[in-house]
């Protein structure tokens, strides 16, 4: 018989062998449990989020309309700069 | 998905133990947030899921981890489930990736190690009672734990599970032929593994 052969039969008998019994259903539900948990907490936080988002939005538009002003009389003194040179 | 699922129902008490009846309604259920709907396709599927799983590991806690993520993975990809198939035939392609996943992750042993498999004789031509199929089991196990993933899957696959070429690639989700250039391949790993065991004794 060759190796090969003896591996089949091997193979064959293998077969035979059950697995034990198992019972996973209750640590299944509890793991899906756990990983839907925390998307009832994202609805709030989204809505949090988009006002945080809607808030620094009015923060960055009024912070450009400051640095307008105060940039122009910046390049305001480096005109007079070179005058001066 | 109702309709999809109803089907798979269907398809499920045609196909005997490929599926059981009353699959498309629980489907249906567990998507909707059922748990007792989902606790339900567990109960029916766990026992032949655990049998498939028993293929990947010997080690009764990694396999019972094993077949928990085959029902959990399957639970957050069920709205993928089109009910074209008895949800068993689904169940097990899931089984599939994550059991070839963990031996993925798995450190490959030393092939270089004896081969233990020097009563195979005694093993193979004695009585056919469950010690000897357990003990066979475990030899194998042996040997394809010193092959690559993908080298063991086939083999698996085509000689512990006796399923075909077509259900192979089904499974595996590779084409037909590459199952058969995969298998080949194997099997010649496998024959000079032997050989070298062989000589090692």
């Known amino acids: 018989m060759t190796e090969w052969e003896r591996f089949e039969r091997l193979a064959t008998l293998a077969r035979r062998d059950a697995a034990p019994r198992l019972d996973v259903a209750a640590r299944v539900l509890r793991t899906i449990r756990a990983t839907e948990a925390p998307r009832a907490v994202d609805l709030p936080m989204l809505i ?3 006002v945080s988002l809607a808030a620094a939005s009015i923060g960055i538009f009024l912070a450009m309309q400051a640095w307008s002003p105060l940039s122009d009389s910046l390049s305001g003194m480096f005109q007079w700069t070179i005058v001066l040179q | 998905m109702s309709e999809l699922a109803l089907q798979a129902g269907a398809a499920g008490e045609d196909a005997g133990p490929s599926g059981g009846p009353g699959d498309g309604p629980d489907v249906q259920a567990a998507l909707d947030g059922d748990s007792d709907a989902y606790a339900r396709l567990i109960a029916r599927y766990q026992q032949a899921i655990g049998s498939y799983m028993w293929r ?9 981890e094993l077949v928990h993520d085959v029902f959990v993975e399957a639970y957050l990809s069920l709205r993928g489930y ?14 599939t990736r994550v059991g070839y996943r963990w031996w993925r992750c798995r ?5 270089e190690s004896s081969l233990e498999l020097q009563d195979w004789d005694q093993v193979a031509g004695a009585d056919l009672g469950i010690e000897a199929a357990r003990e066979a089991s475990q030899q194998v196990h042996a040997l394809l734990a010193k092959m690559s993933a993908r080298d063991r899957l086939v083999l698996t696959l085509l000689y512990l599970e006796e399923c075909s ?36 004794q």
Do not use: Y
């Not at chain 2, 990947?56 to 019972?64: H, Q, V």
């Not at chain 2, 089109?82 to 089984?95: D, F, N, Q, S, V």
């Not at chain 2, 192979?168 to 032929?177: D, E, I, K, N, V």
């Not at chain 2, 058969?180 to 070298?196: G, I, S, Y």
């Open chain 2, 56 to 64: 990947f590991t010997r080690d009764r806690l990694r396999w019972e």
């Open chain 1, 48 to 50: 949090f989020s988009g």
């Open chain 2, 82 to 95: 089109r009910g074209e198939a008895p949800l068993l035939h689904w169940l097990r392609k899931i089984a």
């Open chain 2, 165 to 200: 070429v077509a259900e192979a690639a089904r499974l595996c989700g590779w084409s037909q032929t590459m199952v058969k250039v995969q298998a080949f391949r194997a099997r010649k790993k496998l024959k000079k593994l032997l050989e070298r065991g062989d000589d090692s």
């Open chain 2, 107 to 111: 450190t490959r042993q030393k092939v």
